[in-house]
């Protein structure tokens, strides 16, 4: 199993109205980077220290900086975290190392300074090209300068960069979606994300929601837009490998398929989840979750005081479902020998009747030693993933 760690950078310049992440906005001068980074790196020599059998010289697949905004971090902080990462673990020849950016948060010096510091993938947070719902929606860049950081991207040559899209945003037509998504299509970029505008709890956008003053994109229309990504993608190139993944050839995100492959964890920074296998030595527990504190301020006061994290124990029919869930987010599927071997049941038993019922819906294949999606499993995913629930 492959192993992978996230690191959370928690600030931004300005709260998106949609977004439901860890993340808190703060002027670039009242940002504490080089205190986040120390705190940071203490949790991670602290946890290593205290589970050197779980965590020492493991060998590791992909790292990504995730946020908040991490491209407002000096790269020389980039480069300290990477460092003590590296002096605990073994990193293979091919490691992918990505940092979520934002247009605007970038130039051609900092960027050829995270390439320096060690940084192969740059996360592109585009989503939307169209400057009515840029401005709507709390982004703090217009289209034209999301075009410039592209440029800038191919300029420098970066290794490998993705862009992340949003579709479904309130009176948005699908050619104004096609537009978006037309114009990224002919990039040089050899992955792209896009994925519907939702309402999460706590939102600006869910409150105008609540209140009447905005009304939400109704799911026909999503399901139109999603049908159209596919179409378009495919006719450029690139392969829906997951519901809202797309690459040319085998440019996969790797870090991403490590969560959707529920394999090994582990996060560092505020609010940073990581979960790792239990070793099947505590029972009925198959895994472990951790969890920091969300707030900037409390996880300081958590790691300077006690260096400990909240952990969650998962047993084994949520870690069944849960392993389920994701691995039908991918073109791909589930591997049946290897669900069987992992957690020593047979998946066609264990969810003889969600299986049926979506094999006879037109959701999923049952092709050799594989569960795999159909194109109706990718639109309807969330109702067949429902159907397992009941097992």
Not at 87 to 102: D, G, P, Q, S
């Amino acid at each position: 199993m492959k192993n992978h760690i996230y690191i959370h950078f928690p600030y931004c310049l300005y709260k998106c109205h949609y977004c439901d992440f860890n993340s808190h906005a703060r002027s670039p001068q009242d940002i504490p980077y080089q205190k986040y980074t120390e705190t940071l790196i203490k949790e991670i020599d602290t946890q290593i220290k205290q589970e050197p059998h779980r965590l020492e010289n493991k060998t590791i697949h992909s790292i990504y900086f995730g946020g908040g905004t991490p491209s407002l971090m000096p790269a020389t902080f980039v480069f300290n975290i990477l460092n003590t990462l590296e002096r605990h673990f073994t990193f293979t020849n091919k490691i992918e190392i990505t940092l979520e950016a934002n247009p605007g948060t970038l130039n051609k010096d900092k960027l050829n300074a995270f390439k320096e510091a060690g940084i192969n993938r740059i996360s592109m947070g585009i989503q939307s090209l169209n400057d009515n719902y840029l401005k709507r929606f709390g982004r703090i860049h217009s289209a034209q300068e999301a075009k410039d950081a592209i440029t800038l991207l191919q300029e420098v040559a970066f290794p490998k960069w993705s862009v992340d899209l949003i579709f479904g945003f309130p009176n948005q037509t699908n050619n104004e979606w096609k537009s978006d998504l037309s114009y990224i299509l002919k990039t040089d970029t050899n992955h792209f994300s896009c994925y519907a505008l939702t309402n999460e709890p706590g939102t600006h956008y869910t409150q105008q929601i609540k209140r009447g003053q905005i009304l939400p994109t109704p799911d026909d229309q999503l399901t139109d837009m999603l049908k159209l990504t596919y179409e378009l993608s495919d006719k450029a190139g690139f392969t829906a490998y997951e519901i809202s993944n797309f690459a040319k050839g085998l440019n996969y995100s790797e870090h991403n398929l490590g969560y959707w492959h529920y394999e090994n964890f582990w996060g560092w920074g505020a609010g940073a989840w990581g979960q790792s296998d239990a070793n099947n030595n505590q029972g009925n527990i198959f895994l472990l979750r951790t969890h920091n504190a969300d707030d900037p301020h409390e996880y300081q006061q958590q790691i300077e005081l006690t260096g400990t994290r909240y952990t969650e124990e998962v047993d084994y029919p949520t870690a069944m479902f849960e392993y389920v869930m994701m691995g039908l987010r991918l073109k791909s599927g589930i591997s049946i020998p290897e669900f069987n071997s992992r957690f020593n049941q047979g998946i066609l038993n264990v969810f003889e009747s969600g299986i049926k019922f979506s094999i006879e819906k037109g959701w999923l294949e049952h092709s050799g030693d594989r569960l795999m999606p159909t194109f109706e499993g990718f639109i309807f995913n969330n109702a067949m993933v429902s159907s397992f629930i009941q097992d």
